[in-house]
Each structure stands twice: as structure tokens, then as C-alpha cells.
């Protein structure tokens, strides 16, 4: 079956650039989404459409799209950035979501 | 300002009935579909199903085909998530969320807060 493959974890310091990543066959033909949650709250919209950012999201977070990769990045990364991130795409049966990243800021 | 609430927090044993719902507004709530979404504790976000609240037109992930179903009330607002037979493998935070294009992959613009539900004897 189809899936969304991301690192279970990525570290960085603050001020530093993070790159998270997100792989799946489909991802050529399909956008890609990406959710930010933080513990105990609901996923927020960080990215649509592989590299859009809804109104509300800090200039730092950005998206990206090569081949069956897409890549969110977060410049200058705050303290306040860490949480898990999820991309999502498209698949036969409707939609799907990736494992999730967790972004530990150190 | 679009807002979802949901129900609250639920305590049941396997076998029962439960009925979680989600309420919209600040928006034109018969025009946008509404997603479910299960993260089950410590675990990632799984689509479940959306359905579209001006006709009830309503579609399954494979995985929750049989297992739920969604269904919406427009006169009040309101979506819901049901189960007919609890199992402790349904110990879930429950999310709605609306959908900010009517085509795959249904991505979610706006979330509820979450209904956790807790199943055991």
C-alpha cells in the first residue's frame, strides 16, 4: 500500500535551519500538505499545496518540492517550533498522512 | 471566526454505543466538507472519513469502512462520529476538521479541539 515516509525525528539548535522530509511515489503528481502539532493540542495547517503558507504562519516556515521528496523548512528555528510536523498527500482511497517528525529544538 | 467545537471527553466500556460530535461555525457550514481524524495515544494522525453537510454525501478510509459512521445534521451545524460496538483498541483523541478543498487529499484548514474517548472494563 501507498505511504508518506518521514523521519521519526530531526534535532536542531535554535537559529539554525530544519529540514524535514517527506517521500512517497505519488508526490511527482500530488501536493503535499504540512500540519505542526505541539503536545496537547490539535494539528495546525503550516503548509499547503506543496509550498504555500496560510495567513498566520511565520515567514520562517517554508515548503518545498523535488521529484517523490518534499521538504519543510524552518528558518531561524524558535524554541516554540518544537513540536511533531505531519505532511500529507493524496492516495487512492482519499487522503494519508505521514508518520510524523518529531523536531526537538536543543 | 470559523470554529469547531467538539463534545467532550467520553468513558466507556467495550460494547457500547458512542456518538461524538463536532459543531461549525463562523462559516457556511453545508459548504465545506468535514473530516474525522483518530490519533490513538503516543501514535501519528489517521484519516477516518469526510463527509459533506449539504447532501450528506459521505466517504471512508478503507481502514474505517464498517468500523464508524459519519453522518451530519445541517439544520443545527452539526457532524458526528458513532460507533456502534466500542473496542479498547478505539482509546483515541478524535479530531474533526474542515476541509478547505471539496477534492483529494481533503487537507484541513481548521481543527476541532479533540474528543478523547477512553474505552475499558
Known amino acids: 500500500s501507498y505511504e508518506l515516509t518521514q523521519p521519526p525525528s530531526v534535532s536542531v539548535s535554535p537559529g539554525q535551519t530544519a529540514r524535514i522530509t517527506c517521500s512517497g511515489d505519488a508526490l511527482p503528481k500530488q501536493y503535499a500538505y504540512w500540519y505542526q502539532q505541539k503536545p496537547g493540542q490539535a494539528p495546525v495547517l503550516v503548509i499547503y499545496k506543496d509550498s504555500e503558507r496560510p495567513s498566520g504562519i511565520p515567514e520562517r516556515f517554508s515548503g518545498s518540492s523535488s521529484g517523490t521528496t518534499v521538504t519543510l523548512t524552518i528558518s531561524g528555528v524558535q524554541a516554540e517550533d518544537e513540536a511533531d510536523y505531519y505532511c500529507q498527500s493524496a492516495d487512492s482511497s482519499g487522503t494519508l498522512f505521514g508518520g510524523g517528525t518529531k523536531l526537538t529544538v536543543l | 471566526e470559523v470554529q469547531l467545537v467538539q463534545s467532550g471527553a467520553e468513558v466507556k466500556k467495550p460494547g457500547e454505543s458512542l456518538k461524538i460530535s463536532c459543531k461549525g461555525s463562523?462559516?457556511?457550514?453545508?459548504?465545506?466538507?468535514i473530516g474525522w481524524v483518530r490519533q490513538m495515544p503516543g501514535k501519528g494522525l489517521e484519516w477516518m472519513g469526510i463527509?459533506?453537510?449539504?447532501?450528506?454525501?459521505?466517504r471512508y478510509s478503507p481502514s474505517f469502512q464498517g468500523q464508524v459512521t459519519i453522518s451530519a445534521d445541517k439544520s443545527i451545524s452539526t457532524a458526528y462520529l458513532q460507533w456502534s460496538s466500542l473496542k479498547a483498541s478505539d482509546t483515541a483523541m478524535y479530531y474533526c476538521?474542515?476541509?478547505?478543498?471539496?477534492?483529494?487529499?481533503?487537507?484541513?484548514?481548521?481543527w476541532g479541539q479533540g474528543t478523547l474517548v477512553t474505552v475499558s472494563s
Open positions: 463527509i459533506y453537510p449539504g447532501d450528506s454525501d459521505t
Open positions: 463562523g462559516y457556511s457550514f453545508t459548504s465545506y466538507w
Open positions: 476538521a474542515r476541509c478547505s478543498e471539496p477534492i483529494p487529499p481533503y487537507y484541513f484548514d481548521y
